[in-house]
């Protein structure tokens, strides 16, 4: 069988088209091999396949890229390529004429999110044709609906002489892609004249926009089939808009959890979003986080593993009853005392239920490993499965996660696998727990994610930019990390110091060296059980805020990576630089004694050295913001405090830091205007330091960090299917939105924190298509808080956003907190996504008389507690008559379904 590519490609001296074969094994491992193509014009590319007729070979997969001196210049989107089926019957000689696929701008429309959630359809074997001679029509047409179906119609008698009532069926062989095999024969002429219809969107086939399409059908003889792939059709249908609710999984609570949420909550939450008319659930970070068994485990976005899930959220109700009745009872009565709390125990919780699964695995665990069921999980995941359980396994021996102090097992050790893999080897059963805790866990979230899908409801995660310092990931691929420095944020409306989330930053160096294979196995681990996510700090991947290990604030960080600035260039500004004043804390008497007031001599005598009159630095045994830390540890009244925030001011009054990498360029630091070192220069000194300062942080990196975040974030959008949304608050810079808009990612939009510098608040008309809008997220308060933390604030928007005269009410009364949340449903954004403090802040006999309670997470706090929790049960909420209606009436009225 022969068979015959034609694209029309146009290319420059140097490049060539090359056909990519894509072979996928039956372990799902994808083989690609590469045909280099010919061509005589540089635009119109052919190349000749020879294959065998066979059972094997019925469906061709490929794409196509550009290659220039051995190196990809670009590729057609991979996410969905192209899929010839070889079912002719009587074919002998395919001659294919295609279209380079481009990321189409309703890229979402073929993610996850929507085949397999929204516009739910399954696709259909198309069926073999006997036809002497085949004129294949292929076509996508990604916006129709579950209830849609695509037909042809044309000129001819053939094609139903535009007679919608006969136009002919297409068959949806691929997500999006129709398809249909026509006798060449019984098309008159060599001319074929048609255009598409959708059927079932109204009363009346539905006619796609622009003009009639042709054909000009090549000679064609015996066997041959003439395959054409035409340019997307499109239809007057309107765009969906949906909306969902954000809560963590944590914050669920029903009549059967045990004093948190988990993953038989969450179906339960599942169904409350489908009754009320929503489509998205949208939750936090679900990986494991244990490293210490203490409450500062209840971080969801400092996961040990960004593969395993937390043992918290295993639904207990779903598994085999405890034999032990007496044990039973134990069980249950501390199930309802932690389940009548208002907030989570997190430290009780876990270890009843690591307890609760013990008890259980010795009881059942045996027969457990022994299925089909765990052998197909444990090959499929044995890849981090192994490590993580040896991980757990080394922590739970030692009483630390910090492997560092642990004396033989500083790295993993490849060479255990064999043993810890087979089940007749004696270090298996040191770790078998946590194999089939882990095993318990995906089979019970993707039961959810099933069930979600059936219901027509998008699950969607959360990318934690970060992973654990001491967790399993940098304990087990420490090549793919910086330890010497710390992820965190600059200084934004949350933390007036930055925030410091301790996370060791990326080697993105070495994750290029392999295409990024370690996010690519994360993102497909995820599509498991989500059909949507949520990139936490997508800046991270243009640049991240890097912060010295011996810093405790985040203002003597520096974008990495970022192109620093030499002496030269700092001078060329008009700033004479003088690195002894510029990179040291700027310490005077007048500093002392404005910081500390009537504790100046006691600063001066214990924590500084006098270098010159009246010009001090730090001693030595507190010269950095961790040795203050270590030095104050135990010191924590309030005016231990003050001195040690106050000391930390000092240490950061610096202008500019120095480069990490190379000592002879440098970073202005930032916020450096609001300190003493940069009020004490002259007028024409902080002149030029501005210049720098805005040159270097709104303009000089933008096509560097363009080009770095394009090196990343391509690959990981087309690893899997689901839809990409991104957080793309803070100190944005102009490349974001450019990558963003060329990788169709959604953005997220917040009204309180408008993208527009010139604007106090956002207007929600202007909101694009292609974005979240939600009114709070975690690190924020509620909207409830929010009205009441600055009544300047509130007053401003109740007039000019709402529209409303007089004084805005206080506290923020249910009807408006209504009309606030009916404003944000009627947006134009995609997602309307709102926190399911914020829905219940609509029902003034339903919400928590504290508003501070609802509260998730405080961003300055890095030690803060995560443990809220709903006050009311999913089933009570359910059946909750007025809410109930309240809301479907909200989200009916918005046009969101």
């Known amino acids: 069988m022969k068979l015959i590519f034609n694209i029309e490609y146009h290319t420059v001296f140097g490049e060539e088209l090359l056909l990519n074969h894509v072979v ?7 083989k690609v091999t590469q045909y280099r193509m010919s061509t005589v014009d540089g635009q119109h590319w052919t190349y000749q396949m020879t294959k065998a007729r066979n059972a094997q070979n019925t469906v061709i997969s490929y794409f196509y890229s550009v290659d220039c001196e051995g190196a990809t210049q670009r590729q057609e989107w991979s996410t969905e390529i192209h899929r010839l089926e070889l079912n002719a019957v009587k074919g002998t000689s395919y ?3 295609d279209r380079w696929l481009e990321m189409p701008e309703d890229t979402y429309l073929y993610s996850s999110a929507f085949t397999e959630c929204i516009n739910r359809r399954r696709t259909a074997v198309q069926q073999p044709t006997a036809f002497s001679k085949t004129v294949r029509v292929m076509v996508r047409a990604p916006q129709l609906r579950e209830h849609e179906r695509l037909a042809l119609v044309g000129r001819t008698d053939a094609l139903g002489s535009w007679n919608t009532a006969k136009a002919l069926p297409m068959y949806e062989h691929a997500r999006n892609e129709w398809t249909i095999d026509l006798h060449a024969d019984s098309l008159v002429g060599n001319r074929m004249e048609f255009k598409f219809v959708a059927e079932g969107v109204a009363d009346e086939p539905l006619w796609e926009t622009g003009y009639n399409r ?6 064609m003889k015996e066997g041959d089939v003439a395959v054409y792939m035409l340019e997307q059709s499109f239809f007057e249908i309107c765009n969906r808009r949906l909306a969902g609710t954000l809560v963590p999984v944590f914050s669920l609570r029903s009549k059967d959890s045990f004093g948190v949420g988990d993953f038989g909550d969450l179906k339960k939450m599942t169904d409350w979003v489908s009754i009320s008319g929503q489509r998205v659930l949208q939750v936090l970070p679900i990986n494991d986080t244990t490293i210490t068994h203490t409450w500062t485990d209840s971080y969801p976005y400092s996961c040990i593993s960004v593969f395993a899930l937390h043992p918290q959220y295993a639904d207990l109700t779903q598994l085999p009853q405890l034999k032990d009745e007496k044990l039973r009872k134990e069980f249950e009565e501390k199930r309802r005392q932690l389940n009548s709390l208002p907030q989570i125990d997190y430290v009780q919780v876990n270890e009843a239920k690591t307890a609760y699964l013990k008890a259980l695995f010795g009881q059942e665990g045996a027969q457990v490993l022994a299925s089909d069921g765990f052998r197909k999980f444990f090959a499929e995941t044995e890849q981090w499965l192994v490590p993580y359980a040896r991980y757990c396994q080394l922590r739970d021996s030692h009483g630390t996660g910090d492997f560092s102090q642990w004396p033989d097992h500083c790295l993993w050790d490849e060479h255990e696998r064999k043993h810890l893999s087979d089940a007749a080897d004696p270090a298996f059963g040191g770790v078998a727990f946590y194999y089939y805790v882990q095993y318990i866990l995906n089979t019970q979230m993707a039961a959810v994610h ?18 654990s310092r001491y967790g399993c990931d940098v304990w087990m691929e420490s ?16 933390s007036v110091n930055g925030q410091n989330w301790g996370f060791p930053t990326y080697n993105w160096e070495e994750m290029l060296k392999d295409g990024c294979a370690w996010w690519e196995r994360r993102f497909r681990n995820m599509q498991k059980f989500f059909d949507a996510y949520r990139i936490d700090h997508v800046l991270g991947f243009f640049r991240i805020w890097e912060i010295p290990v011996d810093s405790v604030h985040g203002l003597l960080g520096q974008f990495a990576p970022a192109i620093g600035l030499s002496r030269e260039e700092i001078e060329a500004y008009g700033l004479c630089f003088r690195e002894e004043r510029f990179l040291k804390p700027y310490i005077t008497d007048e500093v002392i004694a404005r910081r500390f007031g009537d504790k100046a001599e006691e600063v001066r005598r214990q924590y500084l050295w006098e270098i010159r009159k009246g010009e001090y630095e730090m001693r030595p045994e507190y010269d950095t913001q961790r040795k203050v830390e270590t030095a104050f540890a135990e010191r924590t009244g309030e005016s231990d405090e003050t001195m040690r925030e106050g000391l930390y001011t000092l240490i950061s009054d610096v202008l500019f830091v120095r480069d990490r990498k190379n000592a002879n360029l440098f970073h202005p630091r930032i916020s450096a205007q609001l300190d003493y070192t940069y009020k004490a220069m002259d007028e024409a000194e902080q002149t030029a330091f501005n210049r720098i300062y805005d040159d270097y942080f709104y303009r000089r990196n933008n096509q560097f960090w363009y080009r770095e975040a394009m090196k990343k974030l391509p690959r990981l959008v087309q690893a899997t299917r689901m839809m990409t949304c991104a957080e793309d608050l803070g100190m944005v810079p102009d490349c974001v939105p450019w990558v963003m808009n060329e990788l169709k990612i959604l953005s997220l939009e917040i009204q309180s924190m408008p993208k527009e510098s010139f604007v106090r608040f956002g207007h929600l008309s202007r909101n694009p298509y292609r974005s979240v809008c939600t009114i709070s997220s975690h690190d924020m308060p509620t909207l409830r808080q929010w009205w009441d933390e600055d009544l300047d604030r509130t007053q401003l928007y109740y007039n000019t956003m709402l529209y409303r005269g007089g004084s805005a009410p206080h506290p923020l009364p249910g009807w408006l907190a209504r009309e606030i949340i009916a404003c944000h449903l009627a947006c134009p954004s995609m997602l309307c996504v709102v926190s399911i403090q914020d ?22 706090n890095p030690h803060h507690y995560w443990r809220y929790r709903m006050h009311v049960n999913i089933e009570d909420l359910m059946e909750n008559v007025d809410f109930m209606e309240n809301l479907k009436e909200l989200i009916r009225q918005s046009g969101r379904y």
């Open 24 to 30: 996928t094994s039956k372990d799902g491992q994808e």
């Open 214 to 219: 042709t054909i000009e059908l090549a000679d």
């Open 479 to 494: 090549r793919y990390f910086n330890l010497a420095g710390q992820a965190g944020a600059p200084p934004d409306d949350f």
């Open 839 to 860: 829905w219940l802040g609509i029902d003034e006999k339903l919400r928590l008389a504290d508003a501070d309670a609802e509260r998730i997470n405080i961003p300055a």
């Open 450 to 467: 099933d069930y979600a899908r059936a219901k027509g409801v998008v699950l969607k995660g959360d990318i934690p930019i970060g992973v």
């Open 95 to 97: 001659t294919i004429y």
